[in-house]
């Protein structure tokens, strides 16, 4: 069975500084692999998946990840944090999507 | 490319009554629409996945009656709240995903659910 586990709920980032995010998955094969984000009252937009090749991926609003195998983990980053970044952040895996329980990110000025 | 439109965003009704959620693929065609639900401060929890021209499957512990999906064509899937209650009020969020399996969902933004 396939499954996400994000570790951290809530994570606080002053403005200008850089931010990962953690997400760890389970699944049997190689996997496909997304990241989202929601804002308040909002949909998810998708800023970067993986699906094979190479290992660091670019997304939109400069955000980036990394799939490494041998850790299960595909941690998203952005070297500097702006205000409007701050909004609730999903990792999923898989054709049919498990996502993670997200990860609220506050900025602060 | 690839935006998905759903309409409503908001909607308040009185307990009893039925609620039509619209989910459009602008521009590309979804050969699967998922419907999710979610509730404050929680993930998504998927309810039914429906291709195009087939019945719905939905997800264990959802109520198919009460959740009607129709996914009519390739650009158009609806969710109906039947006989809608309070406990049904939530954030309903649908997807939609183009041919292949390494194709990514594609959100529409959501309706805010309230029932009275």
């Known amino acids: 069975a396939q499954s996400v586990t994000q570790p951290d709920i809530h994570i606080t980032v002053s403005e200008g500084a850089s931010l990962e995010l953690r997400c760890n998955y389970s699944?049997?094969?190689?996997?496909?692999l997304f990241w989202y984000v929601q804002s308040p009252g909002q949909g998810l937009q998708l800023l970067l998946k993986?699906?094979?090749?190479?290992?660091l991926v670019q997304g939109i609003k400069g955000f980036e990840a990394e799939f490494k195998r041998s850790q299960s983990s595909f941690n998203l980053r952005k070297p500097s944090v702006h205000w409007s970044d701050a909004a609730e952040y999903f990792c999923?895996?898989?054709?049919?999507?498990?996502f993670g329980a997200g990860t609220t990110v506050t900025v602060r000025a | 490319g690839a935006v998905v439109s759903q309409h409503p965003s908001w909607v308040i009704c009185k307990s009893g009554t039925s609620v039509k959620i619209e989910c459009r693929s602008l521009?590309?065609?979804?050969?699967?629409m998922f419907w999710y639900r979610q509730f404050p401060k929680q993930s998504l929890m998927l309810m039914a996945t429906?291709?195009?021209?087939?019945?719905?499957?939905?997800e264990q512990g959802v109520e198919k009656d009460k959740f009607l999906i129709n996914h009519a064509s390739l650009t158009l899937s609806t969710l109906t709240v039947t006989s809608a209650h309070p406990e049904d009020s939530s954030f309903y969020i649908c997807?939609?995903?183009?041919?292949?399996?390494?194709?990514?969902?594609?959100f529409g933004d959501g309706t805010r659910l309230s029932i009275l």
């Open positions: 997807s939609a995903k183009g041919t292949g399996s390494n194709q990514p969902q594609h």
């Open positions: 699944y049997g094969a190689t996997p496909y």
């Open positions: 993986y699906f094979s090749g190479d290992t």
């Open positions: 999923a895996v898989g054709v049919w999507l498990s």
């Open positions: 521009d590309f065609q979804a050969t699967t």
């Open positions: 429906s291709n195009e021209g087939s019945k719905a499957t939905y």
